[in-house]
């Protein structure tokens, strides 16, 4: 019913930068919170920036100050734009959505993932 797809990862040489792009597409009425999460190997997946209707947002410890989450509603799309990238930013991110579909049911909808790689 609803599809995020997540564009952006790579590989980037240590203080670098990224920019993230998740689009959501479908049986839309409205997305309240989105979200970028991120697993690195034998890790758990933990959350890294969030973002609200109403533009509040958070951030883990590890990111503020690097990290930037913002959001286009008219086009469904989150993004994280990510600087002064460390070797210890390496993961999976993955995008996530609350979606409030066409039918007034609410669901938790995650993105397929997308690799980051800080390397020199």
């Known amino acids: 019913q609803v599809q995020l797809v997540e564009s952006g990862g790579g590989l980037v040489q240590p203080g670098g930068s990224l920019r993230l792009s998740c689009a959501a597409s479908?049986?839309?009425?409205?997305?309240?919170?989105m979200g970028w999460y991120r697993q690195a190997p034998g890790k758990q997946r933990e959350l890294v920036a969030a973002?609200?209707?109403?533009?509040?947002?958070n951030y883990a410890d590890s990111v503020k100050g690097r990290f930037t989450i913002s959001r286009d509603n008219a086009k469904n799309t989150v993004y994280l734009q990510m600087n002064s990238l460390k070797p210890e930013d390496t993961a999976v991110y993955y995008c996530?959505?609350?979606?409030?579909?066409?039918?007034?049911?609410?669901?938790?909808?995650w993105g397929q993932g997308t690799q980051v790689t800080v390397s020199s």
């Open positions: 996530n959505a609350d979606v409030q579909l066409v039918t007034l049911d609410e669901y938790d909808y």
């Open positions: 479908g049986s839309i009425f409205s997305i309240n919170a």
């Open positions: 973002i609200t209707s109403d533009d509040s947002t």
